[in-house]
């Protein structure tokens, strides 16, 4: 009796004093990168490979086994090195264009997971880093509350490119309804100017159908897209790719 009662006390006690795992992640997982060997079924290192060489597609959420593993990744320093690979690599690229500087030359960003990081959203405890299926009234409710920040390899990208002579084009999944939260966003965290941001119709399709079809129309009227960065694939595949893309690393969702 008495023992049982301890077990009892025991348990209420560490459920009452268990900490959110999400809301102190930073202080739980040490910023390295880890491989995760936890769990023996899946190697979410080789999840998180085929996701990045779209060899999976259509996927609908993170696998459940995988959400500490990706969470290490997203929070630690493999992710920023990740994409400041593919930044900096971009830079050398766009470097070696002899660009004409008759403003037709652009380079097209995505936005989410591009430029801006929805990460401070998808570490929180109703999103789970993307192993809780996606909810479209909390995402957009973060998107109206403008606080996401850059992605610095990006924001450092997009100076320089600047610099270089091309014109910027945001070409995002996001809806017009969001626009006006989504601009001040993008301004508040330092992407002050651009040729165009591009916002979703509600009558423009899909990701793939949608993005080659802006892209499509950005080349009839005489732009040359020479560079194209986005997070997932349907950013870059399609008519009217540009002359070379750019892939930066995704592993919390999946557009296709
Ligand atoms: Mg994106």
Redesign the pocket.
Known sequence: MGFTFFLLILTISSVVASPNPFNQIHLLMPHSGSAGHKHSNLDCLSWRLAVETNNLQKWKQVPEECETYIGHYMLGEQYRKDVDLVTEEAYEYAKGLNITKDGKDLWIF?????TLSNLPYYASDAVAFGAIPYNATLFNEWVEEAAAPAIPGALKLYKQLIELGFKIVFLT?TEEAYAEARTKNMKDVGYTTWEKIIYKGVSDGSGVVYKQAKRKALEEVGYRIRGNM???WS?LLGTNPGDRTFKVP?PMYY?G
């Open positions: 995505d936005i989410d997971e591009t999944g986005g997070d997932q950013d995704d557009i």
